[in-house]
């Protein structure tokens, strides 16, 4: 069964039956049931048009719950509607289902959990980790963003700023998490910026193919993640990283600034320097400032205290961290992932020279991993550093 194929049929599927009048939460539910049958079926008996199979099958039993609800006139209404046999259109509407999904009636952040799930192909849990929050609160925001846009219909886009948050978060799940995602990211943000003059799309599209750039470097053979200063330079996609920095430059020269030419500005001065310890970290932490003034988002300032460190010395770079502790004390107001944070903070104790607070943050860090591949790599810092000390 290729998996793969099922996931980039799936927005073009629900795009048309949401065009053909279905109930936005309705179809996705039919879409949903017509890649379970998929799964069953395929292996055995593939279809030799597979977007058509799947625009039947979804279209029928999205028919068979709306006849157990509608009256016989509306039944026949959808009937006559109904797809004819054949190969379905080869049209692309994954973009514009992205911004159907982020429906003025929406919250962003609602529209955005939303769009991930049922275009994105993300999970509920992979949605929570993204937005620092528990899975059951994120469920019951997806539950009330399908509600909200049930019966509404969809003739009123979103704007671009959620659609690119949607295609960010998309991207850093393809990057760094459990399903490839990154490459189709990448190929609707060069379709949403060949359509919109927006120094923001730039920004995102740079972004994408300066952080793609490294991919390959980014695990060992065996799958172990390799830190920034440790990957191999010489492995770097260098047309991308041309790409990218050209992009961004003609972004930049705008004088529009956005928070994703700023990460964008942070991730060329990596790509940059030819080696780890000729990276201009005083720009870099520049950059966070602005870059904390545009979102004042958590992960950023436990990023900009990391170049602080490196900037000005770990001690610099633990009293940074310290006073984001003194101004959220409390862990649940800090807002930031606490695996995050205590990584950090082993990190800088480490460059101190403390390695049992650093060995000790770096196993609490390990405990709460949100997935295995950074719950290995922690462990194996702690272990590390406790091996050195034992000596």
Wanted: hydrophobic content about 45%; aromatic content about 6%; some cysteine.
């Amino acid at each position: 069964m290729d998996e793969a194929l099922l996931r980039s049929l799936t927005p073009s599927v629900l795009a048309i039956l949401v065009r053909r009048g279905a109930d936005f939460a309705a179809a996705e539910d039919a879409v949903q049931d017509a890649l379970v049958e998929a799964v069953r079926v395929w292996p055995t008996d593939p279809p030799r048009d597979p977007k058509g199979w799947l625009v039947t099958v979804a279209w029928r039993r999205f028919l068979d719950g709306a006849r157990a609800e509608a009256a016989r006139r509306r039944r026949e209404v959808f009937v006559g509607e109904e797809p004819t046999p054949g190969p379905a259109p080869a049209v692309d509407d994954t973009l514009q289902l992205y911004f159907l999904c982020a429906h003025p009636s929406l919250t962003p952040s609602s529209a955005v959990a939303l769009t991930l799930r049922a275009v994105g192909g993300l999970t509920t849990r992979q949605i929570a980790q993204a937005y620092l929050v528990p899975e059951a609160t994120m469920a019951q925001r997806i539950s009330r963003a399908k509600r909200t846009v049930s019966g509404v219909p969809f003739d009123r886009p979103g704007d671009v700023a959620t659609v690119l948050r949607v295609l960010y978060l998309v991207f850093n799940e393809g990057y760094s998490g459990d399903v490839d995602l990154a490459a189709e990211a990448i190929r609707l943000t060069r379709q949403l910026a060949a359509s919109i003059d927006h120094p923001e799309v730039a920004g995102l599209l740079a972004l994408m193919l300066l952080h793609h750039a490294r991919r390959a470097t980014r695990t060992a053979p065996d799958g172990s993640l390799v830190p920034l200063a440790e990957q191999d330079r010489g492995r770097w996609d260098t047309e991308s990283i041309a790409e990218g920095v050209e992009i961004l430059q003609a972004a930049l020269v705008r004088d529009r600034l956005g928070e994703f030419q700023a990460q964008a500005a942070i991730a060329a001065l990596h790509a940059d320097a030819p080696t780890a310890e000729e990276t201009d970290w005083v720009q870099i932490v520049e950059w966070y400032d602005e870059l904390a003034r545009l979102t004042d988002s958590p992960v950023v300032r436990l990023n900009r205290a990391v170049a602080v460190g490196e900037a000005d010395g770990p001690r610099a770079g633990l009293a940074a961290l310290a006073a984001l502790d003194d101004s959220s004390p409390s862990s649940s107001s800090r807002g930031y992932p606490i695996p995050r944070r205590d990584a950090v903070a082993a990190y800088l104790h480490e460059r101190d020279g403390d390695l049992a607070t650093a060995a000790r943050l770096y196993a609490e860090a390990a405990e709460k991993a949100p997935n295995l591949a950074e719950r290995n790599h922690l462990t194996r810092q702690a272990a590390r550093l406790n091996a050195r000390r034992s000596r």
